[in-house]
T-cell receptor, first 108, second 113 residues
Framework: LAKTTQPISMDSYEGQEVNITCSHN???????ITWYQQFPSQGPRFIIQ???TKVTNEVASLFIPADRKSSTLSLPRVSLSDTAVYYC?????????FGTGTSLTVIP | ETGVTQSPTHLIKTRGQQVTLRCSSQ?????VSWYQQALGQGPQFIFQ???????GRGNFPPRFSGLQFPNYSSELNVNALELDDSALYLC????????????FGPGTRLTVL
């Protein structure tokens, strides 16, 4: 049974880089890790996905160390509109496991 | 390209009743997953459907059941509703080749009284 844990909350000033870590045990070598952003009363929105080393897209980077026991979502320069809850999602053993969620508050 | 849609938006039921929630997948997607998200918590995986067959299930009792239709749309049925079933029910669609690249609908808010 995969268990994914995240810090409950984080605060950051506008323009700073934010790193959110997800701890996940018992995932296999090729299991994907995906990150989502969720605003209140909305469905999660896809941010980024990967299964090893580093992945970058136009909005974020995802770092996965060799032991794959954690992953880190990096948001390069946050703005007020990035205030939301961020979840990691792991697919393993034919099931999906969302992390506990990190509530990010961006301060002006 | 049409995104994932869900209906209804909100629903109120009483304990013991049955409910059916509906989801239309994003165009080009053949896989649908359902999640339950209680207030203040992360989504919990209920099950996934691929080619009209259940393809993975989370820790939910049999009174949670589903269907997928030939056009890849899907239904979630919950029988004998309990108060704890009150939650936001999320549907996500994907292409089977990349199972984690799921795109979510806006959800259905179910309240059980």
């Amino acid at each position: 049974l995969a268990k994914t844990t995240q810090p409950i909350s984080m605060d950051s000033y506008e323009g700073q880089e934010v790193n959110i870590t997800c701890s996940h045990n018992n995932i296999a070598t090729n299991d994907y890790i995906t990150w989502y952003q969720q605003f209140p009363s909305q469905g999660p929105r896809f941010i980024i996905q990967g299964y090893k080393t580093k992945v970058t897209n136009e909005v974020a980077s995802l770092f996965i160390p060799a032991d794959r026991k954690s992953s880190t979502l990096s948001l390069p320069r946050v703005s007020l509109s990035d205030t939301a809850v961020y979840y990691c999602l792991v697919f393993t053993g034919n099931q999906f496991y969302f992390g506990t969620g990190t509530s990010l508050t961006v301060i002006p | 390209e049409t995104g994932v849609t869900q209906s209804p938006t909100h629903l109120i039921k009483t304990r013991g009743q049955q409910v059916t929630l509906r989801c239309s997948s994003q165009s080009g997607h053949n896989t649908v997953s359902w999640y339950q998200q209680a207030l203040g918590q992360g989504p919990q995986f209920i099950f996934q459907y691929y080619r009209e067959e259940e393809n993975g299930r989370g820790n939910f009792p049999p009174r949670f059941s589903g269907l997928q239709f030939p056009n890849y749309s899907s239904e979630l049925n919950v029988n004998a509703l309990e108060l704890d079933d009150s939650a936001l029910y999320l549907c996500a669609s994907s292409s089977m080749g990349a199972p984690d690249t799921q795109y979510f609908g806006p959800g259905t808010r179910l309240t059980v009284l």
